[in-house]
Structure formats: structure tokens, C-alpha cells
């Protein structure tokens, strides 16, 4: 249960995805109980660490209003987690949360309400509230000839006098009753009472007065085919059973493989040179040397949900370097991912700025060759590339990110080969 309940804090889980609240990196696991049916908001969540058992604030609502508004708990240390009940003494309604100790201290205001998933959300089912029809307070008289007896198990026992007790057998032996209740006897001078169905009541041969209730119908059902049925049915438990463990498997899989990922988004939107809350921006460049020409190339990498517009600069630190090289028109190359589309016009080549505008989840490369056009002796030969970029974002989700810049050094560094020169003298 714990790597389930740990894995459970760095996930939305068991609130609706796209919950940020503090209150997601405490919780591990929770069930809520009521009489309303589903969806369950969480409007209130103040433990008050560490005075929790007497102090906890808790408030619930579903369609219906609030159905769970309750000061004070029942606490419950289980392992790095401390188990929280709650009931509402006037609903009935019941709450119980799964809270990591190391966390509590950090569960701040809620902000907005949160929204609880269905699958901690229990609605109770009313119980039995009518009889053939009947329904409200209904009461049963039973006033002749018998007692009503509930059991400690809530079963009711009825018991009825023996009908020795209540029926007057005496008079002469030779009466007989020649009709009852309008039917006449047969030509055997018999009388049959009918039970409906398969059952009748019909004298006992040798024995005066004695009506037994008989059935003549054979079983619907056999004890064979019970057993049948009853072994299907355990056979189609434990496929069941075995289905359970496969789904709580794959489940558990789906929660490391979520838990994997936020990882390893984390670790990339970290070593981000721009990050917002929906994603990041790159900048991404490579140096070529040769031994005549030197080539640069940088990507744009926009995995936000914004629009921006950006001003892209390339420079060379040292002049001197940058004064032996020529840059190739036939070279410049723009490549776009996502949106394609003729390639910037503005763009001339680095040394120089690019100025564009980058959708979200897109991304744009440029390339650019330059010439060793002079070899001169003494000249410096090692310089770098030095980028700057401005990021304004112009559209997306609200409120918009600040305007940000950034300056990085490319690798590797400008290296121009070729034979040093040595100067002459005359």
C-alpha cells in the first residue's frame, strides 16, 4: 500500500487532474460517503497541525449542498501516514483521508474548491421503505392466536397457538359436515380445501380430523443442477478475482509509469532556459569547424502553450575572428517543425538578429556557413559564439508571462584552421 500512497503524492490524485493545491502533495488516498450521489467538491480542509484531533475543519458538498461540515477527528498513525475519520453527526455522512506525516504542516488556504474523482466518491442506497405497495409507517397486527418475537439478530419470530387449543371438536361422533363455506362435499361425501398451486389439503387415512398439506408438483430445480450452477458460479468468482488482480496491477503501473514521466518532465523544465507553469522554452545551438568555413546552427524550441514573438542575436565575441569570415548566402537554411510555410525573409545570416514568431508546441532552426576569407598572420584564430534571445509572449492561457531574456555561450568554441602565416621580411 505505501509505494501506491507515496506515488499518490506527487500526482492530482485522489483529486480531479489539474488540481494545484497544496493540499494534493499531502493526501495519498481518501473515501467520502453520502447519501447525495457524485460529483464531491472539497470546500474546506484545515488540519491545523499538529492539534489535529480536536481542531481539524473539514467541508464537503455534492449537488444537493453541503452534506459534511464537521469540527474534529479521529487520527490514526499508519506507517509515514496518519489515517483521518470524520462523520457528520447530522447527515451521517463519513470521511476518511490517508495524510503524509512529513507534509501536513504544508497544507495551505484552499484557494478554489477541490474536486474529488468518482472513484472515492460512495453514494449509500436507501433501504427497504415499502411492502406490496405500502409504504410509510406501516404496521403489521397479527391479534389472534399469535405472539411476534424479534431475535438479537433483528429477526422477527412469529409463533401461533396450537390449533387443538382453539377449535371445539366435541359431539357425537356421526356428525359430519355436508358443506363449508358454500361447497358441498363429493359423492364419497369428501371435502377438498385447494391451497392454490401445488399444494392441497387432504385428510390422513386412519387418523379423525387430521388435514395434511401436501405438495404434487415435482422440483423445477435438482440438486444436480444446483451443484452445476453453484460450481460455475465459483469458477466465474475466481475469474473474477483474477481480473481484480490484473486491473489493480495495470493500474499500479499506470500510476509509476505517471509518476516516471512528471519526473522527467521536471528534470527537463529545470534545465529549461525559459520555464513557465505550462511548459518550456530552448535554445538550442551547435558550432562546426572546418578548415576553412565555420557553420552555426540554432533551434528555437517552443514547448509552450503560448504564442511568441522573439528576437533572436548571434555575435562573435572577438571582433578580429569575426573580421576573417565571409557568410555564405547559398547556406542560410530555415526549417520550421510543425507550421512550415516559406522561410523567413528577413533573415540574412548570423552575425545578425532574426526577429519571428513561434506557435505553441513548434519549433524553428537556423543555419549559417561562413567563409575563411582572409588569412592573416598574427590574426586570433578561437572565439565563440555568444547567443541572446527575447521572449515576449503574446497569446495562450491567462495571465501571460513576463517578457524574459537570456545570453548563453554555443560549444564548441570558433577554431579556424588552415597553415599559419608568418610575417615576412623584406
Known amino acids: 500500500m505505501t509505494p501506491f500512497l507515496e506515488n499518490n503524492l506527487e500526482l492530482a490524485y485522489p483529486f480531479e487532474d489539474g488540481v494545484l493545491e497544496s493540499l494534493t502533495a499531502a493526501v495519498g488516498d481518501a473515501t467520502v460517503i453520502s447519501n447525495q450521489p457524485g460529483p464531491y467538491v472539497v470546500e474546506l480542509f484545515d488540519p491545523q497541525y499538529p492539534a489535529m484531533a ?23 498513525t499508519i506507517g509515514d501516514f496518519i489515517h483521518v475519520s470524520m462523520t457528520d453527526g447530522t447527515t451521517g455522512a463519513q470521511a476518511r483521508f490517508m495524510l503524509a506525516t512529513s507534509r501536513i504542516g504544508g497544507i495551505g488556504a484552499l484557494l478554489v474548491p477541490a474536486i474529488l474523482v468518482a472513484s472515492v466518491c460512495y453514494e449509500t442506497v436507501p433501504g427497504l421503505d415499502t411492502l406490496e405497495g405500502v409504504s410509510g409507517d406501516v404496521i403489521l397486527e397479527l391479534p389472534d392466536y399469535c405472539t411476534a418475537t424479534q431475535g438479537s439478530d433483528g429477526a422477527v419470530t412469529l409463533e401461533f397457538q396450537d390449533p387443538i387449543d382453539r377449535v371445539d371438536c366435541s359431539g357425537p361422533a356421526e356428525e359430519r359436515i355436508f358443506a363449508f363455506g358454500g361447497a ?3 359423492a364419497s361425501g369428501s371435502l377438498h380445501i385447494d391451497a392454490a398451486g401445488c399444494y392441497r389439503l387432504v385428510p390422513v387415512p386412519g387418523t379423525a380430523g387430521l388435514l395434511r398439506l401436501m405438495n404434487f408438483c415435482d422440483p423445477c430445480v435438482h440438486c444436480d443442477d444446483i451443484d452445476a450452477l453453484q460450481t460455475k458460479l465459483t469458477a466465474q468468482a475466481d475469474y473474477y478475482h483474477q481480473l481484480g488482480a490484473i486491473h489493480v496491477n495495470q493500474f499500479n503501473r499506470f500510476q509509476n509509469a505517471v509518476a516516471a514521466a512528471n519526473a522527467k518532465t521536471a528534470a527537463v ?23 576553412y568555413f565555420n557553420q552555426v546552427f540554432v533551434a528555437a524550441v517552443n514547448n509552450t502553450l503560448h504564442t511568441i514573438h522573439v528576437s533572436l ?29 516559406v522561410p523567413f525573409t528577413t533573415f540574412a545570416g548570423f552575425p545578425g ?35 541572446t534571445a527575447v521572449v ?22 570558433i577554431q579556424l584552421f588552415g597553415a599559419p602565416l608568418t610575417a615576412v621580411t623584406p
Open 313 to 341: 542575436t548571434l555575435t562573435i565575441l572577438d571582433p578580429a575572428v569575426q573580421s576573417q569570415l565571409t557568410v555564405a548566402p547559398s547556406s542560410l537554411l530555415v526549417t520550421k517543425t510543425l507550421s512550415g510555410g
Open 353 to 387: 538578429t532574426v526577429v519571428f514568431d513561434l506557435d505553441p508546441q513548434d519549433s524553428v532552426g537556423f543555419n549559417t556557413e561562413l567563409q575563411r576569407m582572409i588569412v592573416a598572420a598574427g590574426a586570433p584564430v578561437t572565439s565563440s559564439w555568444r547567443l
Open 54 to 76: 480536536a481542531n481539524f475543519r473539514l467541508r464537503i458538498s455534492g449537488p444537493q449542498g453541503v452534506f459534511l461540515d464537521t469540527t474534529g477527528c479521529v487520527t490514526t
Open 184 to 186: 358441498t362435499a363429493d
Open 392 to 413: 515576449a509572449f503574446t497569446g495562450g492561457p491567462l495571465p501571460l508571462p513576463a517578457t524574459t531574456s537570456i545570453t548563453k555561450l554555443l560549444s564548441p568554441t
Open 269 to 291: 523544465q529545470s534545465g529549461s532556459d525559459i520555464s513557465v507553469p505550462n511548459g518550456f522554452i530552448d535554445f538550442v545551438g551547435r558550432v562546426f569547424n572546418r578548415p
